[in-house]
């Protein structure tokens, strides 16, 4: 299974919008509906921000949208922070019933 | 609150196997599935495979068969992820994570996440 593919790198000013794109497969991201999005600030675990493509657990700020398009999941920051500085990662449940990973994407907020 | 501790840093020598253990709080497991995901210094993260521990059943990443054997111990709320036959990329953070969801609905996302245990592989 090749991992998702992510952009390495976005920016944004303080209080502008970015988008996140995860490009998948029919396979992965195009199966099932199971996109999800990780945040990671530097030295510290993983945290969910978006499940089943659109979905937020409680205590995420509804900042952080997804959606999805065919074989692409995306998420979108609106309203940039400073705390949202950090690496995302998308994954997906899979049709071989395991799950895959993105690449990742460094967010620097100028 | 959920969370999951588990076991020390480990250094080993190549060609060894390494044992990581995570333990939940009361009742973290029953109905979930448990995930090991591993990341390399300054690398993305890695799925490995998941654990049923109701039923013990397993699925692994064709990467990790034949190497990697994850298994529960229910009466004291512990998963292990064993990996063999060790090699030098190895060496990572590895982190027991539990799939979210709602009664019977499975979110197909990690919720919570264990500290992460680092192995070195070196000679």
């Known amino acids: 299974q090749s991992a998702l593919t992510q952009p390495p790198s976005v920016s944004g000013s303080l209080g502008q919008s970015v988008t996140i794109s995860c490009t998948g497969t029919?396979?992965?991201?195009?199966?099932?509906?199971?996109a999800s999005w990780y945040q990671q600030p530097p030295g510290t675990a993983p945290k969910l921000m978006i499940y089943e493509v659109r979905n937020r657990p409680s205590g995420v700020p509804d900042r952080f949208s997804g959606s999805q398009s065919g074989n692409t999941a995306s998420l979108t920051i609106s309203g940039l922070q400073a705390e949202d500085e950090a690496d995302y990662y998308c994954?997906?449940?899979?049709?071989?019933?395991?799950?895959?990973f993105g690449t990742g994407t460094k967010v620097t907020v100028l | 609150q959920v969370q999951l501790v588990q076991s020390e840093a480990e250094v080993k020598k190549p060609g060894a196997s390494v044992k990581v253990s995570c333990k939940g709080s009361e009742n973290t497991f029953s109905g979930y599935y448990m995930h090991w995901v591993r990341q390399a210094p300054g690398q993305g993260l890695e799925y490995m495979g998941w654990?049923?521990?109701?039923?013990?059943?397993?699925k692994y990443v064709q990467k990790f068969q034949g190497r990697v054997t994850v298994t529960r111990d229910t009466s004291i709320t512990t998963v292990y992820m064993e990996l063999s036959s060790l090699r030098s990329d190895d060496t990572a953070l590895y982190y027991c994570v539990r799939e979210g969801k709602i009664g019977l609905a499975y979110w197909g996302a990690f919720d919570i996440w264990g500290q992460g245990t680092m192995v070195t592989v070196s000679s």
């Open positions: 654990i049923y521990p109701d039923s013990g059943g397993t």
């Open positions: 029919s396979s992965d991201v195009g199966y099932h509906n199971r």
């Open positions: 994954s997906s449940f899979t049709t071989t019933g395991l799950y895959v």
